[in-house]
Every structure is written in structure tokens, then in C-alpha cells.
């Protein structure tokens, strides 16, 4: 079974950047789809990005797209998420997560993920 550990998060002005990192313990990172999400106060937890086991797919939400980008270094057992041009609206704890091998549908919903991280928060403001 992995364990994720997330960091990386904080609190930045619209406009400007971080980057999480997910770090995994307990299993090779490389037989895992991974993804993030997040999540905000009375809302569900909502699909951010994804990335296949070689690196080779990523995807997103179109909310993020041309801001965010996923990766990963398999070696590292690390998967990262670089956010720029950060909006208030981008505010939220955000999850790593994990499954096992590359689906063949990427799961945009937490059912998808038997493996969680703790969360980090990340807020943007005005």
C-alpha cells in the first residue's frame, strides 16, 4: 500500500505561483495513476489534474488548463503540480491521489482513488 504526503502549499497573491509535491512511501510510485484535487469548505472534492504512470497522459480540469501543469519523477517517487496565474477562486486544500495502474477512462471523481494524502492548503488572495 503507498502512503502520500503532501506539501508545498501556502498563501500567495492572485497572479502568482507554487508548486506541491506529493511524496510517496511503501510502494513504486511507477504502477500509479496519480492525481490532485481539491477541495473547499461545503463543496465536494473536485478533480484537478492527472498523469499516467510513465508521465506520458496528463490531464485537467478545464478551470486549470494553461495554468496548472502535473509531473512526476518516478525515481524521486514524487509527483509534482506546478500552479501559476493563481486566482482566489483557486483557493482550497488539495489532495494527492493514487490508483493503482493506468485506467483506461482517467476517473474524475474521488471513487476512482483508494489512496489519499492529508491535504495542503493553498490560498490565493486578491
Known amino acids: 500500500q503507498v502512503q502520500l504526503v503532501e506539501s508545498g502549499g501556502g498563501s500567495v497573491q492572485a497572479g502568482g505561483s507554487l508548486r506541491l509535491t506529493c511524496a510517496a512511501s511503501?510502494?513504486?510510485?511507477?504502477?500509479?495513476?496519480m492525481g490532485w484535487f481539491r477541495q473547499v469548505p461545503g463543496k465536494e472534492r473536485e478533480f484537478v489534474a492527472g498523469?499516467?504512470?510513465?508521465?506520458?497522459?496528463?490531464y485537467y480540469a478545464e478551470s486549470v488548463k494553461g495554468r496548472f501543469t502535473i509531473s512526476r519523477d518516478n525515481a524521486k517517487n514524487t509527483v509534482y503540480l506546478q500552479m501559476n496565474s493563481l486566482k482566489p477562486e483557486d483557493t482550497a486544500v488539495y489532495y494527492c491521489?493514487?490508483?493503482?495502474?493506468?485506467?483506461?477512462?482517467?476517473?474524475?471523481?474521488?471513487?476512482?482513488?483508494?489512496?489519499w494524502g492529508q491535504g495542503t492548503q493553498v490560498t490565493v488572495s486578491s
Open positions: 491521489a493514487a490508483r493503482w495502474n493506468d485506467p483506461i477512462v482517467v476517473p474524475a471523481t474521488t471513487s476512482g482513488y483508494p489512496y
Open positions: 511503501g510502494r513504486a510510485l511507477s504502477s500509479y495513476f
Open positions: 498523469i499516467r504512470r510513465s508521465g506520458g497522459g496528463t
